[in-house]
């Protein structure tokens, strides 16, 4: 396995404190650290097993996965299942989760239409997403988007001039940066997203190596 290039600044990801999965689960289904909880429907936890070898982590759950309370079930997370698979990744090994654990929506209508998570959204919830991974300890943590990349890594880390990169943070796993698959879902032009499809799991095929036979 080739070495992932050293990433340069200090950026601690602080964790709540538990010794499983379960257990962690249990303590964030009562989460009020910031006022997502009052809207969504329920609490929408990470899914998967302890020993993943691989963690994803997106943005924060849809209508979807707010109302069914898993990640990534929605049309997203339809696409990612086939590019996974495509990139040659098997999602049943790797434990998939989000940046941020409620939905954060504007009602129009009987829709429920998804607003971008805050900072301050995103940092206090960061304190789940650190303990996942501190409790999983992956080798390889692949950041579907800027909120997730932002929730691992800090604001000094763009998304666009390190997409495709496997970044080594000083205190937990590397971790790929890639896009959201719903990004891919809004193009309009075929030409545009097949080359952006193709792009993406050109990036998840970076993650092969990380997942053991």
Same mark, same amino acid.
């Given at each position: 396995?080739?070495?992932?290039?050293?990433?340069?600044?200090?950026?601690?990801?602080?964790?709540?404190?538990?010794?499983?999965?379960?257990?962690?689960?249990?303590?964030?289904?009562?989460?009020?650290?910031?006022?997502?909880?009052?809207?969504?429907?329920?609490?929408?936890?990470?899914?998967?097993?302890?020993?993943?070898?691989?963690?994803?982590?997106?943005?924060?759950?849809?209508?979807?996965?707010?109302?069914? @309370?898993?990640?990534?079930?929605?049309?997203? @997370?339809?696409?990612?299942?086939?590019?996974?698979?495509?990139? @040659?990744?098997?999602?049943?090994?790797?434990?998939?989760?989000?940046?941020?654990?409620?939905?954060?929506?504007?009602?129009?209508?009987?829709?429920?239409?998804?607003? #971008?998570?805050?900072?301050?959204?995103?940092?206090?919830?960061?304190?789940?997403?650190?303990?996942?991974?501190?409790?999983?300890?992956?080798?390889?943590?692949?950041?579907?988007?800027?909120?997730?990349?932002?929730?691992?890594?800090?604001? #000094?880390?763009?998304?666009?001039?390190?997409?495709?990169?496997?970044?080594?943070?000083?205190?937990?796993?590397?971790?790929?940066?890639?896009?959201?698959?719903?990004?891919?879902?809004?193009?309009?032009?075929?030409?545009?997203?097949?080359?952006?499809?193709?792009?993406?799991?050109?990036?998840?095929?970076?993650?092969?190596?990380?997942?053991?036979?």
């Amino acid at each position: 396995m080739n070495a992932a290039p050293k990433f340069g600044p200090a950026f601690t990801l602080e964790s709540a404190d538990a010794a499983s999965l379960d257990q962690l689960r249990h303590q964030a289904m009562g989460c009020t650290r910031c006022e997502l909880y009052k809207n969504a429907t329920q609490m929408v936890f990470g899914e998967g097993s302890q020993k993943a070898e691989i963690v994803l982590v997106g943005e924060q759950p849809g209508d979807k996965e707010d109302t069914a @309370g898993r990640p990534f079930v929605g049309p997203a @997370g339809r696409l990612l299942d086939i590019c996974l698979k495509e990139a @040659g990744l098997d999602r049943s090994r790797c434990y998939v989760t989000n940046a941020v654990k409620h939905f954060k929506f504007e009602p129009r209508g009987k829709r429920r239409l998804h607003s #971008k998570p805050n900072a301050g959204e995103i940092q206090r919830c960061s304190w789940w997403l650190g303990a996942e991974v501190k409790i999983v300890r992956p080798k390889l943590v692949i950041a579907l988007g800027a909120t997730a990349l932002y929730s691992l890594l800090g604001t #000094k880390v763009k998304l666009t001039s390190e997409r495709g990169r496997i970044l080594t943070p000083a205190d937990h796993p590397p971790v790929l940066v890639t896009i959201h698959p719903s990004f891919l879902l809004r193009i309009r032009d075929l030409g545009d997203g097949e080359q952006q499809r193709a792009h993406f799991v050109a990036d998840l095929h970076r993650a092969v190596q990380y997942q053991g036979n």
